[in-house]
């Protein structure tokens, strides 16, 4: 079962439930594939819907931190139920280990030398993560390896 048809049963299910914290984060990112195909004039590939729920998954927690520094815990706890229901989606995110293997290994492949490669590193990099860890995470990762290494 693809991850668009793992939504789509999601979405029947909790309408059936009435969770309507579920339906709503669903329906986003339903929306979200819609206009993505809208735009493309074709269906999205398995890492198109995936990248579409790890913004989702991105806008949550920038909502989360803004929400509050202002002060409002009650969009503070919708916005994380939203965010626990949207990691489910993501594949089995990489151990620190892992992803500092991974890191060590694009920076030979590439023959990056300075954080002037990092560019070049990251376009690597990101293909392979995929979902499995946080760009911001791994740009600090293969900033601070590129930092030692010059």
Do not use: C, F, W
């Not at 309507?20 to 669903?26: F, K, M, T, V, W």
């Not at 999205?44 to 815990?73: A, F, H, P, T, W």
């Not at 392979?128 to 390896?145: H, L, T």
């Amino acid at each position: 079962m693809s991850l668009l048809d793992q939504i789509h049963s999601d979405l029947k299910e909790a309408m059936k439930a009435k969770d309507s914290i579920r339906l709503g984060a669903l329906r986003l990112i339903l929306t979200a594939v819609k206009n993505k195909e809208k735009e493309l004039r074709r269906e999205l590939e398995e890492r198109e819907v995936l990248q579409i729920v790890s913004n989702q998954i991105k806008q949550r927690k920038d909502s989360i931190e803004q929400y509050r520094k202002g002060g409002r815990e009650d969009l503070v706890q919708k916005e994380e139920q939203e965010l626990e229901i949207l990691q489910a989606y993501m594949p089995q995110q990489l151990s620190e280990e892992e992803l500092e293997k991974l890191v060590t290994e694009t920076i030979k492949e590439v023959g990056a030398t300075s954080v002037k490669d990092l560019g070049k590193v990251m376009k690597a990099i990101m293909p392979r993560i995929a979902g499995r860890a946080d760009g911001k995470v791994v740009n600090q990762m293969v900033r601070a390896q590129l930092s030692s290494t010059s």
